[in-house]
């Protein structure tokens, strides 16, 4: 079975300035998906960032980019030019790429806290 | 806005109500999905329903009954619940494969029990 891990329960970042979330993962299999969510306090889970384990070149979304590492089972969330609005609970999530491997679901990290400091 | 839409957003119950959770999405998605969620804790999978049938059910008590009425409703029937069950219940939808998997989330329901 595969687990997900976020060592960091929580990181604090100045607004403007860049923090980086990490997130390791233990799987066997070769092709996966991985995924950063992000879950302010109205609750909803919002996706973030993806990234197929087939692509060599590391997922961006505007301020938010990754660091794939998949020999080392690495994941890491850069955050960029921080905003008050990206304070929030910031979870990393593996999916497998059967559907017959694993179902539709998706394995979740222990989560991190952002904390946005004006 | 949230393209998953879920009511209510919250409910107060006792143990020996009878209570329905709805979910609706209109996105063509064929895979929906049940979490339930503690505080600082992330979502635990409870259901997957695929193409209207249940394909996963991760060992949830029978106090909670499912429903997948059609392609875009999904329901979640609470029956005698217990107050270790008061938790931000979630649902999200999804395509079953390519490009589509990402689950898309909705808000969530806050339950209670009394």
């Known amino acids: 079975a595969q687990t997900v891990t976020q060592s960091q329960p929580e990181m604090s970042v100045q607004e403007a300035e860049t923090v980086t979330l990490s997130c390791t993962y233990d799987?066997?299999?070769?092709?996966?998906?991985l995924f950063w969510y992000k879950q302010p306090p109205s609750r909803q889970m919002i996706l973030v960032i993806r990234q197929e384990a087939y692509k060599q070149q590391n997922a961006t979304e505007n301020r938010f980019s990754v660091n794939f590492q998949k020999a080392a089972k690495s994941f890491s969330l850069k955050i960029s030019d921080s905003q008050l609005g990206d304070a929030a609970m910031y979870f990393c999530a593996y999916r497998s790429f059967l559907i017959k491997a694993a179902g539709n679901k998706l394995t979740f990290g222990g989560g991190t806290r952002v904390l946005v400091k004006p | 806005d949230t393209e998953v839409t879920q009511t209510p957003k919250h409910l107060v119950m006792g143990m020996t109500n009878k209570k329905s959770l709805k979910c609706e999405q209109h996105?063509?998605?064929?895979?929906m999905y049940w979490y339930k969620q503690k505080a600082k804790k992330p979502p635990e999978l409870m259901f997957v329903y695929s193409y209207e049938k249940l394909s996963i059910n991760e060992s949830v008590p029978s106090r909670f009954s499912p429903e997948c009425p059609n392609s875009s409703l999904l329901n979640l029937h609470l029956h005698a619940l217990q107050p270790e069950d008061s938790a931000l219940y979630l649902c999200a939808s999804s395509q079953e494969g390519g490009v589509g998997i990402t689950q898309h989330f909705g808000d969530g329901t806050r339950l209670s029990i009394l």
């Open positions: 799987t066997s299999e070769s092709d996966y998906y």
């Open positions: 996105m063509g998605h064929r895979a």
